[in-house]
């Protein structure tokens, strides 16, 4: 019998700029959700300290923990860059992230990786090896401010590393190997895994499922992403019933998945964070959708996924 537990949450990517984060903590409290992962926006890297303390407060006044903080919006990819600064400053908001993380009480922090810019795909190499160096010393950080890992995620394209699962294994065996040569000084490194990315390459061949890069990552799976999509890995969308009529993810493969390799997962714990856009943004007809589109998809995962 397995003693892994599986939880539901949300990353409140919906809520930007359309609802207070009180409006979601209070949602997410009526629908029995535990765990939020904080989505990154532009203010978040320069607001204070205090708002975090208060966001953090706050939460907990509704039983909801921020367990992690994640990009939103694949803006920490300076390392595949070459134009001056970029680098510098990706290193400088990852740094203010695992500052955020640490105000909060989040167990883990991070994002994508970034990406390669199409027409300069012969620097992959190179930003990788970027990538890996930075985080390398932002695990040593992670550690100082006292956030317990560093995430990574894996991405559904060449131009956004790692996505093969040779790359996976490789980037994740690099990360898990510094970290075991220098454990009194940094958190581990792991990934948070979607459970709706494949690889389709440019001829339209598809090479790897969701499942199959699902597996790949598992033995550096520390979150995961909850969604669904279409067969092409294209729209991406929730779990209401309609959704699940065109939708391809079946939620209970990936929590059996789970279950059956506790084992070499480096947590007994994982959180699958309903990750989507919600409506369209800024308009009286869509907005007030968010909330329905929200209960229906928790609840829908809280039957399929969480394991306590």
Not at 84 to 107: C, H, K, N, T, Y
Not at 218 to 223: A, I, T
Request: aromatic share 10%; with cysteine.
């Amino acid at each position: 019998m397995s003693d892994l537990t599986l939880h539901v949450g949300l990353k409140t990517d919906p809520v930007q700029y359309r609802y207070s984060y009180e409006w979601l903590f209070r949602l997410l409290a009526e629908e029995g959700i535990g765990h939020a992962q904080l989505g990154s926006f532009f203010e978040m890297y320069q607001l204070p300290d205090e708002y975090f303390i208060a966001l953090r407060r706050q939460a907990e006044r509704y039983g909801v923990r921020i367990s992690s903080v994640f990009t939103t919006h694949r803006e920490l990819g300076g390392w595949f860059r070459q134009e001056a600064g970029w680098e510098a400053v990706s290193f400088r908001a990852f740094r203010r992230m695992i500052e955020v993380g640490a105000l909060l009480g989040a167990d883990a922090v991070g994002g994508s990786a970034g990406a390669v810019l199409r027409d300069q795909m012969e620097s992959k190499a190179s930003g990788i090896r970027r990538f890996v160096a930075a985080i390398k010393q932002l695990m040593g950080y992670a550690y100082e401010r006292g956030v317990s890992a560093l995430l990574i995620e894996p991405m559904s394209c060449l131009a956004e590393p790692p996505t093969l699962p040779e790359e996976i294994a490789a980037m994740g065996d690099e990360l898990a190997a510094y970290h075991a040569a220098n454990p009194e000084r940094t958190s581990p490194a792991g990934y948070c895994v979607d459970i709706a990315h494949g690889y389709i390459d440019a001829d339209n061949i598809a090479h790897y499922d969701h499942v199959a890069l699902f597996r790949a990552a598992l033995p550096y799976l520390r979150v995961v992403h909850l969604k669904n999509t279409d067969a092409r890995f294209d729209s991406t969308f929730g779990f209401a019933q309609n959704e699940r009529r065109r939708g391809i993810v079946q939620v209970e493969c990936f929590r059996d998945i789970l279950l059956e390799n506790a084992g070499i997962l480096p947590v007994n714990e994982v959180v699958g964070h309903l990750e989507i856009g919600g409506p369209k943004l800024g308009r009286d007809y869509s907005d007030h959708k968010l909330e329905g589109m929200l209960r229906e998809s928790l609840r829908y995962l809280r039957g399929t996924f969480e394991v306590q």
